[in-house]
């Protein structure tokens, strides 16, 4: 539902939207039932769109208003002021108002300075592996690629992480499976056998030293290390009952996604199978109705659902079917070294692209408490408040003497949402003391603060040789 006490203003989408639609001012207007004059001061941002023209525009369009009156701006800002950051704009500083107001009026611009940078990065980050040969200027070269991580990231931010026809197939499956009375695992593998001649194996550590799943073409073998647990196996099972079924699915949307063959679309396929893997472990309509009767209790969802803390909190960034929406999570994943591997989310919390997270955000502290979970509400700069959850976790068995793969799992929402959660329970969530945090040190405008690793790239460094603060960088904060 709308607001009414808050004033949306949705110009740019209006006017993209109706573009896409390749209509009129006027033809949109007598679609809407409002006046020309009207539309063209919404699309200008100089009139709020109201209620009953946004159930007018998703009965006129099949939009759904919520999704419609989602705010992205704030992301969006987020990624462009971080661009900014870098010293390349050092001696030529764009201010913060200047970027709100780009994103408002032109978010396609904001996408292509996006990509422009990330092509730069690239560029850059190349010629410090191997410097190039620049001696014969004329010579055509290959324009740089952005890094297929980051587009297959991107894409997927884009679909809010929400691929409803991976849903839905994986939701009649899943009912085939349950039929045959089996735990899951062994479901998908006697699927695999009996329909699709590809049999799994559980493999010894002397096989499988280097991988823990492979796929043996050859010998139709879906091979799986000891070392992978069960909600492992069942997940690396169903990975691959994705590929054998669901094959023609996938390719056609990633290729819609991704138009261009190569590595972002091939990764891009991976993730949508991982995708179907976690949908048919955790149907959507069970798993939707489960997590809001529990209060969104993560290890009791992995529990009844044979699934591990991370498939689950994966798994919740998601629910975004109409009519049965879940809370909007996001995800992150950090080693103990503080570099993210994996980040999701169904809402707009502001990821750092280039960095890490911020050190007094307690996502790091699990490592010191392996399989605790710790909660923690945040507050970042502009004010924005944000509930946590955390855990550490292991992604396998881990032989003696090898160093163990851990990871830190962060699982968050806006504050406004903390309600429904079973973690927030006797908390006085009307007075929260939120602490302070920031995305990354470099993005990050508090002052005296004692985990700060680099000044603000935005702001200049003061050097006192007499004075020693709490920070160890002292910055203009005008």
């Known amino acids: 539902m709308l607001d009414e006490s808050k ?27 409002i006046s020309p004059s009207y539309l063209n001061l919404m699309e200008r941002n100089q009139r709020p769109i109201t209620a009953q023209v946004l159930i007018r525009l998703a009965h006129a369009y099949s939009l759904d208003p919520r999704e419609f009156a989602t705010d992205d701006h704030e992301r969006s800002i987020s990624e462009i002021e971080e661009i900014f950051t870098d010293p390349l704009f050092r001696n030529g500083p764009v201010s913060r108002h200047e970027i709100r107001e780009l994103a408002e ?73 349950q039929l045959t009375g089996h735990e899951p695992f062994f479901a998908i593998a006697d699927r695999l056998r009996a329909k699709h001649g590809i049999r799994v194996r559980v493999m010894p550590i002397d096989v499988m030293s280097d991988n823990l799943r492979r796929y043996d073409h050859h010998r139709r073998q879906l ?25 023609e699915a996938i390719d056609t949307l990633a ?117 605790k979970v710790v909660t923690q509400i945040v507050e970042l700069p502009e004010g924005s408040r944000w509930f946590s959850v955390a855990r550490a976790v292991s992604r396998a068995s881990t032989p003696w003497g090898l160093p163990e793969r851990q990871f830190a799992v962060g699982l968050g929402c806006e504050l406004k949402y903390a309600h429904r959660l079973v973690y927030a329970r006797g908390l006085d969530l009307s007075a929260p003391d939120p602490t302070p945090i920031g995305i990354n040190c470099r993005l990050c405008e508090r002052a005296a603060c004692p985990q700060r690793a680099a000044p603000p790239l935005m702001h200049a460094l003061i050097v006192d040789e007499m004075t020693r603060g709490i920070s160890p960088f002292t910055f203009d904060v005008t």
């Open 7 to 33: 004033k949306l203003f949705v110009g740019p989408r209006l006017k993209r939207l109706r573009r896409e639609r390749n209509l009129s001012q006027a033809g949109m207007a007598e679609e809407l039932g």
């Open 105 to 177: 009026s032109a978010p396609t611009v904001i996408d292509a300075i996006n990509r422009l940078y990330r092509a730069y990065v690239g560029m850059r980050s190349a010629g410090e592996i191997a410097a190039p040969n620049v001696s014969d200027r004329d010579r055509a070269e290959d324009a740089p690629q952005v890094n297929p991580i980051d587009r297959v990231r991107d894409l997927i931010q884009e679909a809010k992480n929400h691929f409803p026809e991976l849903d839905e197939a994986a939701e009649t499956l899943a009912s085939d499976l």
């Open 255 to 371: 290729a819609q996604l991704e138009p261009t063959e190569g590595a972002a679309r091939r990764l891009l396929r991976v993730s949508l199978a991982n995708y179907f893997a976690g949908a048919l472990m955790m149907p959507y309509a069970k798993f939707h109705a489960a997590a809001e009767a529990l209060g969104y209790d993560v290890e009791v969802l992995a529990a009844r659902f044979g699934a591990s803390f991370e498939q689950v909190a994966h798994r919740l960034t998601t629910l975004a079917r109409p009519g049965a929406r879940g809370i909007p999570f996001f995800l992150v994943r950090v080693d103990s070294a503080g570099n993210v591997s994996k980040r999701f989310s169904s809402g707009k919390f502001p990821f750092s692209q280039y960095g890490g997270t911020c050190p007094l955000w307690n996502v790091h502290a699990t490592f010191k408490t392996p399989e």
């Open 223 to 247: 091979l799986i290390s000891e070392l992978v647990d069960q909600s492992g196996r069942t997940f690396q099972a169903a990975y691959q009952l994705a590929f054998a079924e669901m094959r």
